[in-house]
Nanobody, 115 residues
Framework: VQLQAFGGGLVQAGGSLRLSCAAS????????MNWYRQTPGKQRELVAT???????IYADSVLGRFTISRDNVKNTVYLQMNKLKPEDTAVYYC??????????WGQGTLVTVSS
């Protein structure tokens, strides 16, 4: 399993970014996929989940601003981030967890939101 995350960058507060996570070795349309983020000195935080059934779950801090989606043809998961805030600054990781509990992580992509 390989997950390649990209799309991070520097954006002003109020702006938007779209992160992508290209997957290989799994089929995202039948997998539960997650986006996490982490800032220095803090635990990795679950931001958004798309279940294999297509249901979405969001952290309270991003609800209404972030949208997780997937493209089954491209086998890619996205995180559309709107109305970004400085506190959204973090390294963002895509994640796939097998039913057995084994985790797979992308390499992380840095999002920096300036005030």
């Amino acid at each position: 399993v390989q997950l390649q995350a990209f799309g991070g960058g520097l954006v002003q507060a109020g702006g938007s970014l779209r992160l992508s996570c290209a997957a290989s070795g799994i089929t995202v349309s039948i997998s539960t996929m997650n986006w996490y983020r982490q800032t220095p000195g803090k635990q990795r935080e679950l931001v958004a989940t798309m279940t294999r059934g297509g249901n979405t779950i969001y952290a309270d801090s991003v609800l209404g601003r972030f949208t997780i989606s997937r493209d089954n043809v491209k086998n890619t998961v996205y995180l559309q981030m709107n109305k970004l805030k400085p506190e959204d600054t973090a390294v963002y990781y895509c994640n796939y967890q097998r039913v057995s509990g084994q985790d797979y992580w992308g390499q992380g992509t840095l999002v920096t939101v300036s005030s």
